[in-house]
């Protein structure tokens, strides 16, 4: 590499050695595009992944997310209400409500069942593996784009949470798609408005999902890239109006109109759920490398050749230095500003991640589809070996496990109980069972509320509520503190605690008797 002749700044100040390590150190070849059998490609982005999602999407809600995003479309379909979610017959103005529209229009389709429910991310699950592959095969070649692809499929974390019944599934799509779109967009000197128009529609529609998050995710890294790299365009004040204009007329409508209908929204929705959560979290908190773990064993076995692909990035050696393109750089600041993200936030779950997964998965392919003949051997038995664990997973252990947590194992007892009565849970909500039995009365009291709940308990007209303990020690908890006149009795257990031989059972339903 010619130092003299490259774009080394001229300025002593640090941010201006950025661009240059970017372009002449770090990222200064050219894609090194190999080909492969596009059927192969189609095989492994459609059947596959068709095999392990569609199939198996029918087994017990998991609490408490599954049986809430389940029950928050059944109960504004059975309302009529497509701008207010309800959960438990009240307004839950915690996520916006595209999730739960899609969810819905599934419903409409096929019925109210657990497996149309988790039929929408399935859906997105698929559509994101695809947009990976076709994304792969544009910049990459069709060698990267194969191994891209079939380390996304394969990754445990990625299909094994992204076919849950969580908004997390769904946001990926919409961010990669934005992603994709805004990368097609700045492929010349000027913005391309067609793409340009597009990212902006995917941006808004994430956000319906699940929030300004969807901006945070994309915008950084764009602009970054096209500061960073020659021959891209950058968007400049124009472009910027434009993308707002059209984003704020897919997202902004809803809003409003919540806002308008429930002004608490705004500070429920904006300020606790998105602001506090990042700066001051008041559940999830999580040490700043929490995300790392996750990463790493969520892209096994690929993570396996991850020590390789580090040594790759950062080696001066010229095979590796003339195969490091700027379009490896642009996947690798996407995925990596979403796991740095995610870090600095307090509150953090796994399933935040998601979005970093497709474009670390094409950047782990390209290197992938670099390696020698030998190495390649050892790569396709770990990748075989980890498809038939995949499929056991999601054929056999996870339904099971499903079964044996959820209290619906035992329905017709649980439908027994709930028959003709009120139902409160405690010491935490149990969304699944009002699922199940299509009810939208149940109500929910944590310990604190204890007093509140032997009061209601004393006046309320029905002398016998069914109660539904979460927890394996709120049964006995609950009994010592009930005073005279409320009787606790015929207690059942529903579902076992995953140390099944060592615990007692983790969930219980009873009944109250309120007597003279």
């Known amino acids: 590499m010619d130092v003299a002749n490259s774009s080394f700044p001229a300025k002593p100040a640090f941010f201006a050695y950025i661009p240059f390590l970017w372009r002449c150190v770090l990222f200064p070849g050219t894609v090194c595009r190999q080909k492969t059998s596009a059927i192969a490609g189609w ?7 068709a095999l392990l999602l569609y199939p198996c999407l029918s087994f017990h809600l998991f609490e408490p997310d599954e049986g809430r995003y389940a029950e928050i479309p059944r109960e504004m379909l059975a309302r009529g209400d497509w701008l207010v979610p309800h959960l438990a017959g009240q307004p839950y103005l915690e996520k916006p409500p595209l999730m739960y529209w899609l969810v819905m229009v599934s419903y409409r389709l096929f019925g109210v069942y657990d497996w149309s429910a988790r039929l929408v991310p399935a859906l997105a699950v698929q559509a994101t593996i695809v947009l990976t592959y076709l994304f792969g095969r544009q910049i990459l070649g069709g060698r990267a784009a194969f191994w891209g692809t079939l380390t996304l499929v394969l990754a445990p974390a990625f299909l094994g949470m992204g076919r849950l019944l969580l908004l997390d599934g769904v946001l990926t799509f919409f961010v990669w798609l934005s992603v994709y779109s805004a990368w097609q967009a700045i492929q010349s000197r000027t913005i391309r408005s067609g793409w340009w ?10 956000t319906l999902t699940k929030g300004p998050v969807a901006l945070v995710l994309l915008l950084p890294p764009v602009w970054l890239f096209s500061r960073w790299t020659e021959g891209v365009a950058r968007p400049g004040l124009r472009d910027g109006l434009l993308f707002a204009g059209v984003y704020l007329l897919v997202a902004a409508p809803w809003y409003l109109a919540i806002l308008v209908r429930m002004p608490a929204f705004a500070i429920d929705f904006f300020w606790t759920h998105n602001v506090m959560r990042f700066v001051d979290p008041f559940d999830h908190e999580r040490p700043v490398w929490f995300y790392l773990p996750i990463v790493v064993a969520g892209l096994l076995p690929a993570s396996l050749w991850g020590m390789g692909f580090a040594r790759f990035l950062f080696t001066g050696e010229e095979w590796a230095v003339q195969r490091r393109c700027p379009e490896l750089g642009f996947l690798l600041l996407v995925s990596g500003w979403c796991i740095f993200f995610f870090s600095l936030s307090g509150c953090k779950l796994p399933t935040y991640v998601l979005p ?5 998965a094409l950047a782990l392919g390209y290197y992938l589809s670099l ?11 770990s990748f075989a070996l ?24 035992r329905a017709e007892q649980v439908a027994a109980y709930c028959a003709g009565k009120p139902v409160i849970c405690y010491p935490r909500p149990c969304d699944s069972v009002a699922f199940y039995l299509g009810r939208d009365d ?8 204890t007093p509140q709940l032997i009061e209601r308990l004393q006046k309320q007209p029905e002398s016998r509520t069914a109660i539904l303990f979460t927890h394996r020690h709120s049964l006995e ?10 009787h606790l009795t015929s207690a059942t257990p529903l579902s076992y605690s995953w140390k099944r031989f060592f615990e007692p059972e983790a969930c219980y ?8």
């Open 43 to 49: 095989l492994v982005a459609v059947v596959l992944p």
């Open 197 to 206: 128009l597009g990212c902006a529609v995917a941006s808004g529609l994430a």
């Open 356 to 360: 970093a997964f497709p474009p670390l």
């Open 371 to 381: 390696l020698s003949s030998a190495r390649l051997h050892w790569l396709k038995v």
């Open 386 to 409: 980890s498809a038939v664990v995949l499929f056991l997973a999601h054929y056999v252990v996870i339904p099971e496990y499903a079964r044996f947590r959820s209290p619906m194992n």
């Open 442 to 449: 149940f109500r929910s009291y944590r310990s604190k509320y």
């Open 477 to 486: 908890g609950l009994r010592r503190v009930l005073p005279p006149g409320l």
């Open 509 to 516: 339903m009873a009944i109250i008797e309120r007597r003279p």
